[in-house]
């Protein structure tokens, strides 16, 4: 694991997310949502916030630290799809 890899993981997992997100609303604007746009400005915090911390100056173990991160970063990433699905079903 090195700082180029967490940074395209970042890029794909928080980008797809956001992806997502606005498929949804294209395909069904009525359903949207304050709730939603707070949850897609959430994954948008989460991306500029990994890459801030990819961006840090680390000590000690590299692989170790983006191995936290990556872990952080998916968790979170749950959490996101979980709220999301929250809203796709309550308006059904």
Do not use: Q
């Amino acid at each position: 694991m090195n700082l180029r890899d967490f940074k395209k993981d970042v890029e794909y997992l928080i980008g797809d997310f956001i992806d997502d997100c606005v498929l949804f609303v294209s395909i069904n604007p009525h359903k949207a949502s304050e709730e939603l746009g707070d949850i897609i400005s959430e994954a948008v915090d989460l991306y500029n916030d990994m890459k801030d911390k990819a961006n840090e100056k680390v000590e000690g173990n590299l692989r170790t630290y983006f191995n936290g991160l990556r872990k952080e970063m998916c968790t979170k990433v749950d959490e996101l799809y979980e709220r999301l699905s929250a809203v796709i079903t309550a308006g059904k």
